[in-house]
């Protein structure tokens, strides 16, 4: 990394494992999870978001949360998800971009959703989502401020958060969280604001990314495309091997807080260490032929979600919305054909998928 030392990339599944259990060891809080260093003022924005909080405090705040993220409180929300992939799938018919057009729909809609968001504000909030992953791709990040655009969207909540104060609570996420108590006090307007930027952000764009590289995947694989259109309760294990092999998040960070070891390689105290899910989901000490795409793959422990401490709180949200809309998707096109390249987002952090030209065929 240009001016600085560089990082640590750990790369064997019970390494990434290790690294996940230890946050007194590898802190998610001193400099956050990129790789690159924020300027002390962004990192001073990031301290209300659970992803950037080590225990005691992460799990103060993450307890309390964890309540409304069971799977039984997300399983409710099926017929909702199915009623806004119906709807969306409805509407998309003939040639389509289907990252853009389609697949970075539902997520938006299901998140605007989950917080109570009126319908009329959604395709902000995926923009807003949209315009903090693509950062780093000269292509996407055209003439708008990422900084300039995350401060909008928290403005937007801090206002969304006293409005709703002010009515009677409703049952959704935002009336929850306002009543809710984290670290012995209620949340202010401003955690609030900093709380639903992270969760707009991790809820979007890897879930995108699961239904439209997950797609690909399955375009590739036409004889197992097909098996999952006879067999239909293959669907579950097809995310999780969608998940495994297309893992929408490349790595997460942590920094070192002591001198310690890794597998016998020396880590000083404050050296910077990642760990790339992507090569843990490949570890052919875990994986047989781990290169192949296999939806029938049993066990299939990937660690696309993060393990320990910080496990994807989103994980029974994103596995619903993967195999309801997948469900629709196969049920609705008999035909699915990919009428072009498929481009890929240019971004270390997420591996998505910028743009997927397909023909859907009723
Ligand atoms: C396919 C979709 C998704 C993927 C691949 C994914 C991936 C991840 C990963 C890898 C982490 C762990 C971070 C770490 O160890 O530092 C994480 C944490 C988190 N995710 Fe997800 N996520 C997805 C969907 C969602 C959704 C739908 C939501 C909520 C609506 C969500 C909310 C969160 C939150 C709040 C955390 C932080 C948890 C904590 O720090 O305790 N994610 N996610």
Known sequence: MPGEPGYWAVLKHADVAHVARNPELFSAERQGVL???LPPERLEQTRNMILMMDPPRHT???KP??????ARVIGEMEDRVRE?????????????EFVHDVAGVLPSQVVGGLFGIPAEDWPSIRQWAEQSTSQQDPELVGDFDVTAELTKMAIYAIQFAMARRAQEPKADLTSLILAGEFGGKAMSDLEF????????????DTTKTMLSSGLELLLQHPEQLAALR????????????ILRVANPIHYFRRTATADTEIRGVPIKAGDKVAMWYTSANRDEDVFADAQRFDIRRNPNPHLSFGLAQHFCLGVHLARLEGRVFLEEL???FPKIEQTGESRRIRSNLNNGLKSLPLRLTR
């Open 84 to 96: 806004l992939s119906r709807a969306l799938l409805e509407s998309a018919d003939g040639d389509v």
């Open 65 to 70: 949360l964890a309540e409304h993220f069971k």
């Open 60 to 62: 103060e705040y993450r």
């Open 230 to 241: 006879a067999d239909p309760s293959l669907i579950p294990g097809a995310v999780e091997e």
């Open 35 to 37: 790789l690159e260093n």
């Open 193 to 204: 604001g900093s709380f639903f930027t992270q969760l707009v952000t991790a809820g979007n």
């Open 330 to 332: 196969l049920a609705r």
